[in-house]
């Protein structure tokens, strides 16, 4: 598979419920949450491992599923490269701000705030630090010019420092089991491949192709692609997978429209033995700014373990026989061609500026597409995999699809 050519070549309740809608909505702005909605039985092809260099032993594509599911790994430590190519226009670093607008959903303004810093991901090319040591110990560094952001995880506390405005952030970790609200932005290989696998079903062809080495270690390829690419905008995705411990080591996202990977994240750098327990120490720097997270806010920033062993099954909040999860998405389509449409609440299109800097409906109809149809009239905002329809009667219709598949969804509603 193209996506691994360059493997060798690189270093490696409702208070409102439309707002509550707003927000669910906001983790379609990371593209493989939306892979991952449709998710439901698995249906695999057994092919086997070509044979290639490293010369590891034949496994097919279910052994390699169950592989990764059995995995125990939550010790770890290693660095992370990540590019995202979404095709987004430049807009100086609004695109970034208006999703992190979204994920927070009015947040507590804090730079160091977790939900709203990690959306940066969604574009651009950035380094992260990671490590793990067990479910209650995890630390992620996102490296950036002349600065750092550190978000940390040890036992009940979370702790985000952002070192260029000199802000923390401290929040509490979900306890006793409770899982929060999860609204983790996908950083490391295996939080991709996490998603991905949701989004196998009887419309996907699962494969392995052959092996690689990855940060040193032997890997299998693990390829999941649409079995009827019409309609999708997803052309492929490649896992290397660690031979010795099933752990997700790499993740690229290939469009249908070909061209660069969407998502290209992989280790360059990885060890499994435990980290130093200094490397979860965290005491404020003296001057900092800290903010405590909002009482109803708690658990939500808890970072997962490292292991990448989570349950492959889809979430129970989306049924496609019901049609509305409780979160008020409903799912139209099956599996790559799955998308979530949901009522925003407001009428007459798109959002209009009340700070006198112009007319932001202008703006940002400029740089979405007009439609009409039975629906209405709407205008559709694309990028190179995840694609949206907002109607002026504030509707939206989203997901890893066409255009017209947006179109055809809205008039219909099937």
């Known amino acids: 598979m193209a996506p691994y050519e360059s493997d060798d070549s690189r270093d490696a309740a409702e208070a409102d419920g439309r707002h509550s809608v707003r927000r669910k909505a906001a983790r379609y702005v990371v593209p493989v949450a939306v892979v991952g909605v449709a998710a439901a039985t698995i249906g695999l092809v057994p092919a ?50 208006l999703a992190s607008g ?61 070192s260029k405005s000199n802000e923390v952030y401290h929040g509490t970790a979900a ?16 939080d991709f491949a996490d998603e991905a696998l949701k989004s196998v079903d009887d419309t996907t062809s699962v494969t392995v192709d052959g092996t690689a080495q990855v940060a040193g270690r032997d890997a299998y390829k693990l390829v999941i692609e649409p079995k009827h690419a019409s309609g999708t905008t997803v052309g492929a995705i490649s896992i290397a997978v660690d031979s010795k411990t099933g752990m997700p080591l790499k993740f690229t996202l290939t469009p249908a429209s070909g061209g ?35 009482d109803d806010k708690a658990g939500e920033h808890g970072l997962k373990p490292g292991a990448p062993h989570q349950d492959f099954t889809p979430p129970k909040d989306f049924s496609q026989d019901k049609g509305l999860g ?5 799912v139209i389509g099956k599996g790559w061609n799955s998308i979530a449409a949901f009522d925003t609440g407001g009428k007459g299109g798109l959002p209009t500026s009340h700070s006198g800097s112009g007319d932001l409906s202008g703006f940002l109809g400029s740089l979405g597409d007009h439609v009409s149809g039975k629906f209405g009239k709407g205008t559709v905002f694309s990028t190179r995999l995840v694609n949206a329809l907002m109607t002026d009667d504030g509707k939206v219709y989203v997901g890893a699809v066409t255009k017209d598949a947006l179109v055809k969804a809205a008039n219909t509603g099937r």
């Open 175 to 190: 306890q006793d089991g409770a899982k929060g609200k999860d609204r983790k932005v996908p950083a490391t290989p295996k």
């Open 326 to 330: 409780k979160d008020g998405v409903k």
């Open 48 to 97: 086997l491992a070509d044979s290639g260099d490293p010369h590891l032993p034949k496994i097919t594509a279910q052994q390699l599923i169950e592989k990764i599911a059995k995995s125990d790994v939550e010790r770890l430590s290693g660095t992370v490269r990540i590019t995202t190519d979404l095709g987004l226009p430049n807009l100086g670093g609004l695109e970034s701000s």
């Open 260 to 294: 660069a990977a969407v998502v290209d994240a992989g280790f360059t750098q990885v060890s499994f033995a435990a980290p130093a327990a200094s490397t979860f120490d965290f005491t404020p720097p003296k001057g900092a700014k800290i903010t405590e997270e909002k």
């Open 102 to 162: 979204a994920v927070k959903g009015g947040g507590d303004g804090s730079s160091a705030d977790p939900t709203s810093k990690l959306t940066g991901l969604i574009s651009g090319t950035h380094t992260l630090r990671v490590a793990a040591d067990g479910p209650d110990r995890q630390k992620l560094s996102l490296i950036e010019n002349a600065a750092e952001y550190n978000l940390i995880h040890n036992g009940k506390d979370i702790w985000g420092y952002d």
